[in-house]
């Protein structure tokens, strides 16, 4: 299966989940630091309907670094409903996110499911397929700065065939070792091995 496609099912699985949520849920905070479950969303869809002019305008306006918040702010009038139906809509990614083949979606988009899921205690299994995917495309990603805090480690997970480095270990289900090397702190007490410190360390826990 492609990037293209499991990022299109990724994104069927987040909105068949979001549309279970109450309107308290959306309002609920997430993994990432100062945004609701309603922001995440926002910022997932923020980059489907861009060309490459608004694109340029986008981190133009963000000053490249802020780019996501722009996207968030210009989707902030959306209720949960529309937030929903838009997404529904772009069950395909189009835009930035079909990058790279939909890997941009697939990464983004399961991450971030993560993101919601995990402070509401609504936890599920990520397909195998998809996490392997996106535990191979995370450490490379300049955006997600995975490579400064794994560099010198190595990341086994206990619960799929995956590992990735060398060093001292540092050992969990391949989803907490996905949120910790792209910088979520709360998943670093899932986390075993010699390694461990030293990645918490560099995340700042």
């Not at 490249?64 to 838009?86: D, M, Q, T």
């Not at 410190?197 to 826990?205: F, K």
Request: charged letters at 20%; proline letters at 7%.
């Amino acid at each position: 299966m492609n990037d293209m496609e499991m990022a299109r099912l990724e994104r069927i699985d987040l909105a068949e989940f979001l549309a279970t949520l109450t309107p308290e849920q959306w309002e609920q905070p997430s993994l990432c630091e100062g945004w609701r479950v309603r922001d995440v969303v926002a910022h997932m869809i923020s980059y489907e309907e861009l060309g490459r002019w608004g694109l340029a305008r986008r981190f133009i306006k963000g000053k490249l670094l802020y780019a996501n918040a722009v996207g968030v702010r210009e989707f902030g009038s959306l209720g949960p409903g529309e937030l929903l139906r838009f997404l529904n809509d772009h069950l395909v990614p189009s835009g930035l996110t079909a990058g790279f083949g939909g890997m941009i979606a697939l990464v983004d988009g399961t991450i971030h499911h993560q993101d919601i899921r995990r402070p509401l205690g609504m936890p599920r299994q990520i397909p195998a397929d998809r996490l392997l995917r996106v535990l191979d495309a995370a450490p490379p990603n300049p955006r997600l700065g995975a490579w400064h805090r794994i560099r010198g480690l190595r990341l086994c997970a206990n619960d799929i065939d995956w590992s990735h480095g060398s060093g001292p270990e540092v050992r969990g289900a391949g989803e907490a070792l996905l949120l910790a090397i792209t910088g979520r702190p709360s998943v670093l007490g899932e986390l075993t091995g010699p390694g461990q410190p030293l990645l918490a360390a560099r995340i700042g826990a």
